[in-house]
C-alpha cells in the first residue's frame, strides 16, 4: 500500500520501524558532520569538466524509483536538484539493503563520479552513500507530468502555517527569499557606497513615535514600566543627526497592531534614511535612482504585478496631493471644514466615521480616490500640514503645506519622505495638537516625546528622511501580490489545522506523497 492511502500514524511508525532497522544493522541515521564537495547545480551547469570525475554531494531525497538491485533517485540541496544511480553491485549488498530502507524527505550524502545517462540526464554514480537524517513524517505531495510540477502543496493557507515544507517543495519560494536578500543587500551596499552609516536603535520604547499607528504594548518587570515595540524607528535616528552623524540608516523590524490583508503584516520590515543638509527633493533623486539600481541588480525593471505591468526605467512622475484630489473631486480641500470633507466623502460614497478628523478622511480619500490609479511610480507631493507633524513647513509660503512626499506604485505607497522639521518651537506645538487628537480618540496620532522635543532644542540640522517599505518593495521586484508571498514566518492565526491533520472525510491524510 503506498503512503499516500494510509493514516498519517501508519505512516510514521512504517518510517519509525525501518528507522529502527537501520540502528539494529548499526547505521548511525543522524551523524554529526558530511563534507559535499558540490552542489548540484555546479555538476548541471559544468558537466563537461565534471564528466567521470568524483564528486560529494549532500541532499534530501525528493523522488525514489526503486528496480531490484538498481535504483534512481533524486537530492536536492540548497541550489538545485539532480538524478543519483545506485546499484548493489557497487556499493555491496548490505549498504543497498539499507538504501531500500529510505523514503522521500531523508538527507543523504553521495560520493560517487558524475555521468550522463542513456536518456542524456546528468547524474551521480554512487560509490558509496551515506545516511545524514531518517525522516520519519511525510512530505506533501509533489505530482509532476511532462515536466510539469503540478499540487506542490498549493493551498497557501497550509504553505504560511508551514513554510518549511513550502520551501522543500517549492522551488520558487526559496527563489522568491533568495532574491529578498539580494534586494536588501543591493540597498544596503547603495546607501554604504554613499557613506551612510548603519546603526540600530531600540524594539522596546518607553514612548512610541515616528508614524500614525496603535502599537502593541508589553510590561518590563524590573524597570515596573510599560513599553512599546517600535512602530518606527524615525526619532531615535534623527537624534544621532542631531549627534553629529550626518547620513545613518537602519534597515529594521517594526510593530504596528492594526489590519491585516495583502500589503500589511503587523510585523514588517522597514528601511529608514536620514541625510543632514538634505531635502525632499534631494531624497526624491536618491529614492528614483536606489530603486531603479536595486531592480536592475535582480533583473526586475519591468515586473508584472497582477494585471499590472509596471515600467521602473523611467522617470518616475510628481504630483501635488492636493492637486490630485481637486482631480478626483472637483473640490479644493486645503482648507476644507470638517464639514465640508464629510460632505465631499458622502458625495463619492466614501464611509467615515462620526468623529473622523480632517486627516482621517483626506486619508479616506487618497485610498478611494486616488491611489488605485497611482500604477505607474508617482511621487505624491507637498501634503497638508495636519497630517504631517513631523514635516517642514513647504518654502513657497503656504501655511497648510509641508515639504512631503509618498510614493506609489501599482497602487500602493511604498516610501514616505519628509523635509524634516527642525524648528523644535513649531514640532512642539504640533506634538501638542497631536496629542488634542488622541484625547478626542485618533487612537494613531502622535504622543508628546519631551525626550525628543529636547533633543531638538540642542540643535537639528536641515535634513531629508525617508521610510521604505522593504516587504512592499520585495513584493513588486519578485512579482509577489501577498506580503505573506514575502515573508518567511508571517502572522497567522494559531487555532487551524496544520497540514498534518487527517482529514475530517475519510481519516486520511491529505496532501500525502506517494511511496516509491
Known amino acids: 500500500m503506498s503512503e499516500e492511502h494510509k493514516s498519517l500514524n501508519q505512516i510514521i511508525e512504517f518510517r519509525k520501524e525501518k528507522l529502527s532497522k537501520l540502528i539494529e544493522a548499526g547505521v548511525d541515521p543522524y551523524p554529526q558532520k558530511y563534507e559535499p564537495t558540490h ?156 557613506e551612510f552609516l548603519q546603526v540600530e536603535t531600540p524594539v ?131 482648507e476644507a471644514s470638517n464639514q465640508k470633507m464629510r460632505e465631499v466623502c458622502k458625495k463619492n460614497n466614501i464611509d467615515v466615521g462620526a468623529n473622523a478628523n480632517y486627516g482621517q478622511m483626506l486619508y479616506e480619500m487618497m485610498g478611494h480616490l486616488v491611489e488605485p490609479e497611482l500604477i505607474q511610480p508617482t511621487f505624491v507631493t507637498d501634503y497638508p500640514k495636519v497630517i504631517s507633524p513631523l514635516a517642514k513647513k513647504h518654502r513657497n509660503g503656504n501655511p497648510h503645506l509641508v515639504e512631503r512626499f509618498e510614493l506609489f506604485i501599482g497602487g500602493a505607497e511604498f516610501a514616505n519622505a519628509f523635509t524634516e522639521l527642525n524648528d523644535p518651537i513649531d514640532q512642539r506645538e504640533r506634538f501638542e495638537h497631536q496629542a488634542g487628537l488622541a484625547e478626542s480618540g485618533d487612537d494613531e496620532a502622535h504622543p508628546v516625546d519631551e525626550n525628543f522635543l529636547q533633543a531638538v532644542e540642542c540643535g537639528m540640522p536641515p535634513t531629508a528622511g525617508v521610510g521604505i517599505g522593504i516587504d512592499r518593495l520585495v513584493m513588486l521586484l519578485t512579482e509577489n501580490r501577498s506580503i505573506k508571498d514575502v515573508i518567511l514566518f508571517p502572522a497567522m492565526r494559531t487555532d487551524c489545522l496544520l497540514y498534518t491533520s487527517p482529514s475530517p472525510r475519510d481519516g486520511l491524510l491529505s496532501r500525502m506523497p506517494s511511496s516509491a
Not at 539493503?97 to 563520479?113: N, P, Q, R, S, T
Not at 524607528?233 to 497592531?257: M, S, T
Open 204 to 334: 522596546l520604547q518607553p514612548i512610541y513615535g515616528g508614524a500614525n499607528a496603535r502599537p502593541f504594548t508589553t510590561h518590563h518587570n524590573t524597570l515596573d514600566q510599560k513599553l512599546y515595540l517600535r512602530i518606527s524607528d524615525e526619532l531615535y535616528l534623527k537624534r544621532l543627526i542631531i549627534g553629529g552623524i550626518d547620513r545613518v540608516y537602519e534597515i529594521a523590524k517594526d510593530f504596528r497592531n492594526e489590519g491585516m490583508d495583502r500589503n500589511h503584516n503587523p510585523e514588517f520590515t522597514m528601511l529608514e534614511f536620514y541625510w543632514a543638509y538634505a531635502d525632499y527633493e534631494d531624497n526624491m533623486k536618491l529614492v528614483e535612482d536606489m530603486i531603479r539600481k536595486v531592480a536592475e541588480s535582480i533583473d526586475s525593471l519591468h515586473p508584472t504585478w497582477g494585471d499590472l505591468k509596471i515600467d521602473l526605467s523611467k522617470p518616475f512622475q510628481r504630483r501635488p496631493l492636493l492637486e490630485l484630489l481637486k482631480d478626483a473631486t472637483g473640490e479644493d480641500l486645503t
Open 39 to 194: 552542489f548540484s547545480s555546479d555538476i548541471l551547469n559544468d558537466f563537461k569538466n565534471l564528466e567521470k570525475e568524483n564528486v560529494n554531494i549532500a541532499g534530501r531525497i525528493m523522488s525514489i524509483r526503486k528496480m531490484g538491485k538498481a535504483s534512481f533517485f533524486h537530492i536536492q540541496d540548497t541550489k538545485s536538484k539532480i538524478q543519483v544511480f545506485i546499484r548493489q553491485d557497487d556499493v555491496g549488498e548490505e549498504n543497498y539493503a539499507h538504501f531500500k530502507l529510505l523514503d522521500i524527505g531523508d538527507f543523504v550524502g553521495v560520493k560517487g563520479h558524475v555521468f550522463k545517462t542513456k536518456m542524456g540526464e546528468i547524474s551521480v554514480h554512487t560509490d558509496v552513500l551515506t545516511i545524514l537524517s531518517k525522516s520519519i513524517r511525510p512530505l506533501p505531495i509533489v505530482k509532476e507530468k511532462e515536466g510539469e510540477t503540478f499540487d506542490a502543496f498549493t493551498d497557501k493557507e497550509h504553505r504560511y502555517r508551514n513554510r518549511h515544507l513550502d520551501l522543500i517543495v517549492n522551488p520558487d519560494v526559496r527563489e522568491t527569499f533568495v532574491k529578498r536578500a539580494k534586494i536588501i543587500n543591493s540597498l544596503r551596499g547603495y546607501l554604504d557606497d554613499l
